[in-house]
Each structure stands twice: as C-alpha cells, then as structure tokens.
C-alpha cells in the first residue's frame, strides 16, 4: 500500500518503510520532530521531494485527523458565521452535517458519544468530540488509510476506550491505521509496528512486544533533567482580599434548551489548588468559561470571581489581569500571526496580539519563559508556523509570565510529548510551592492528578 524509498526533502528524510493494507502503525516524536510532515506528505501537501521509490495511496482514500485540520475547520465557521445578520445565534456547520445522511442511525456515532450532539453546531463542540466526529467522518467515507495525530488527547477513559477499539477494528476490516503520538502510554497494545521521528528523520525502531524496540525507544526518549533557573517572579501582584477565588451557588448553564450543568456548587480557597474531571461533554469547559467571563451566562448566576461580584459592574479585565489562562479556545481564538516573543509578552496585557509598546522588564521575563520550554531559539519565528505542541508551550508561557493570582489550566498538556508535559507538571508543582498562584487543573489524565491538588471536583 505504501512503499518509500530513499525519500528525500528538506523537512523530512525516509530510508526505508512499507506499511501494509490492515497493518497498524505508530509513529513516535517529540514536539517539532516533524510528524507535521509526515502528515503533509501521506495527504500530498509536501512538494519538492526526491525519492528512489514512493508508492502512496490515492489522496481522496486518505484521511488526516488532527489538531490542525479541526483548528483550520473551526477558522472555516468563525468565516461564515452569520450571527451579526440575524435575530438568533448562528451555530454554523450542524455536526450531523459532516457525516453521511444514510449513516446517521449508525451505532459507531453512539459508541462515541455523539448521537445527542448531531444537531449542535461544529463551534459547539468540545475539542475531543469534534475529533470523534471527524474520524467519524473518515470511517464513512471509506478511507483506505487513516492518520490520526494524538487521537487520545483531551479524550476521557471511556471515549478512548471506545476509539481504540474501533481503531483496531478498522484494522481487522482492511483500513491502515497510522497513529503519531507523542506519549509512549498513549500506544495501544494492538498497534505493533513502531517507528520514531527526530529532526525530519523517521527510522522503524520494530514491533512493539520486541525488548529491543523498548530499549530504544526509552533511550530515544529520555527525560532529561531541567537545569535553567526560574524565571524572573517580580512582577507577582498584591493578594485578593476575599475569603474564596471562586464562589458559585446552585450554578446553572444551558444552551438551546439543554443544561450543560445545574445546581453546581463550587468554592474555591486561596491555595486550595483544585483538580476537575469529567467525561467529554459534561460541563468542565464551560465552567472556566463562567470563571473567566468568556461564558456570557456568568452574569445571571450567583458568581464572585476574586473578589468581585459578577455583574456588580466590574469589567472582564479587571479579572483577567490577575489570571492565567491555557486553554483550547484560547488556542484556537490566537489566529494572530505574531513573532513567538510577542505572542508570550501579550500576557502581560491579556491580549490577543500586541497593541501597545512593552516594557523591557516584560520583554526580558518573555526570554526567560522561552528558553525554560525550550523555544527561546524559535523567538522571533511566526506563531502559525509552529507545530502544536510548540503552540500550546508558548501559550502556557503565555500564562506564567505575569505570576497570576488564579492559574487557569484547561487540559494545557494537549498535544504536548513526554519530555514538555514532564516539564509542564513540574512547572506546576513548583508553582504551588511558591504559595501564591492558585491552580485550577481540568484533565482526563490519571498521571496529572497530582498530589497537590486539595480539591477534587467531578463533574
């Protein structure tokens, strides 16, 4: 089905790899390993190549799902959103709508979770299930090769059981399946062919029951130790005189007629770090949206955020200046094509962009952030030319540089390789030791439940 040879091009080299029909592979890399061109090249964007053989399937029977498909998809309905025009919100692309109408009483849409969702807009989804919905859409399309970067990711325990099984069925019926992970536990037992990816050079390590294949890829990679200082700390703002951050009584939040969440009660204490968990769907978003204001129903509940009541005439930015915020609708809202540098400094400023002339302080704080995630060298590179990964470690830099009051972290791991979430969690455990950030932490991850966490909210 697939056989490449000797392929040669400036972002990607490829020796020698056949995949099979039915055959499963996982292809392994870290942050800007260039898995992006992997991608590139299977769906026939990568131009400019060399190669003594490249035998690749039909683009129309290949199907990419990834982060970067559902944020070009999400910019595609921001475009055609017509809610300024009419007397009622406008919510886009129906999720029924990107799959086939004689398969919308098929049972792989319950499996997933979606069948109640089908008549929401694509806008409205969770980042997981619009992912589900678009390996959906795959599946009834009837690809011959399947790629799915970081299927897993912002996936609760249940809904990635239920994608790993029909991944594997896929497998059974005829369909390649080609995983590229970041994270060694996110390989599923019935994937066996292992291949890893570093610098644009992808090499088959082997089959995955093999030792040898897990020797190499534990020394592939290693977790180094992180030996760069801690940034610069003095911009840390006075404390909130309030007896709790977050106070909300018998919450409630509803759309179309249909409640996310109701009678929610949620109090939250200066240094009480909380974690909150929940299946896909079940409200975790959208009550940091009610925290920080993006949720405009915060007004018609009983709400006090750092000290003030909601609606009592304080602005979003009174709030949002002593916050920090990592979340997938930041990620995706930040379509500004700023330089990097400027991308981190804008949290000083809880801006999308930059508007006004920094400070050198801030410039240099900045600096610091970047080289400790590890993207000082790509400072004045485009923000949209980084892979995802890089996106999400500098918008996490983003949310550090002002030492905020109330660090709010929506599932800030996504897409993100071993090494950087080893440094993200060390990162927020070293914040907590500095007794002044207050850390809300939304993950479906056990591994991240850490020990920190004196509040643990299920939603």
């Not at 190499?216 to 610069?232: G, H, K, R, V």
């Not at 056990?446 to 909210?457: G, R, Y």
Request: proline share 2%.
């Amino acid at each position: 089905m697939i056989n490449i040879k000797n392929f040669q091009h400036d972002k990607l080299t490829i020796k020698n790899w056949q995949l099979s029909k039915a055959q499963s592979w996982c292809v392994l890399g870290k942050n800007g390993s260039g898995k992006q061109y992997l991608d590139q090249l299977m769906t026939g964007g990568l131009t400019d190549s060399t190669a003594q053989k490249c035998l690749l399937p039909s683009v129309d029977k290949v199907a990419l799902v990834s982060f970067e498909k559902q944020q070009s998809i999400y910019e595609h309905e921001l475009k055609i959103d017509r809610t300024d025009y009419l007397d009622v919100q406008d919510i886009g692309t129906k999720a029924k709508d990107f799959l086939p109408a004689s398969k919308l009483d098929d049972p792989l849409i319950e499996a997933f979770g979606l069948a109640h969702r089908l008549e929401y807009g694509y806008r409205q989804l969770s980042t997981g299930e619009s992912r589900k919905l678009l390996i959906l859409q795959a599946i009834f399309n009837g690809v011959e090769l399947l790629i799915c970067d970081n299927p897993f990711d912002s996936l609760d325990e249940s809904s990635c059981q239920a994608l790993s099984k029909v991944l594997r069925d896929l497998c059974e019926q005829g369909i390649t399946v080609l995983l590229l992970l970041s994270n060694r536990l996110d390989i599923p037992s019935w994937c066996r062919n292992i291949a890893f990816i570093e610098r644009g050079q992808l090499e088959v390590i082997g089959l995955l029951e093999s030792e040898e294949t897990i020797r190499q890829l534990d020394a592939l990679l290693d977790l180094e130790q992180d030996s760069l200082a801690w940034p610069d700390s003095n911009c840390r703002r006075e404390n909130i005189n309030s007896s709790y951050l977050v106070k909300l009584n018998r919450g409630k939040v509803s759309y179309n007629g249909e409640n996310v969440f109701e009678n929610l009660n949620v109090c939250i204490k200066p240094q009480q770090h909380t974690l909150i968990t929940g299946p896909n769907g079940s409200g975790k978003s959208t009550l940091m949206h009610l925290i920080t204001g993006d949720c405009t129903q915060c007004y018609s509940n009983d709400l006090e955020v750092l000290g003030f009541k909601r609606g009592s005439g304080e602005s979003i930015w009174q709030l949002k200046k002593q916050m920090g915020i990592v979340s997938s609708e930041l990620h995706r809202q930040y379509r500004v094509n700023a330089e990097l540098l400027t991308v981190v400094v804008s949290g000083f400023y809880d801006s999308i962009g930059l508007y006004q002339q920094p400070e050198r302080k801030h410039i240099e704080i900045a600096k610091q952030w970047l080289e400790k995630v590890g993207l000082l060298v790509h400072a004045h590179r485009l923000f949209q030319t980084l892979s995802y990964g890089e996106q999400r470690l500098a918008l996490i830099a983003r949310a550090l540089v002002k030492s905020p009051y109330l660090l709010i972290l929506d599932e800030p791991t996504q897409g993100l390789d071993e090494l950087n979430r080893y440094r993200i969690l060390n990162f927020i455990e070293h914040l907590a030791e500095q007794n002044h950030s207050t850390i809300l932490l939304v993950s479906h991850r056990k591994d991240e439940h850490l020990s920190l966490f004196k509040q643990h909210i299920r939603m």
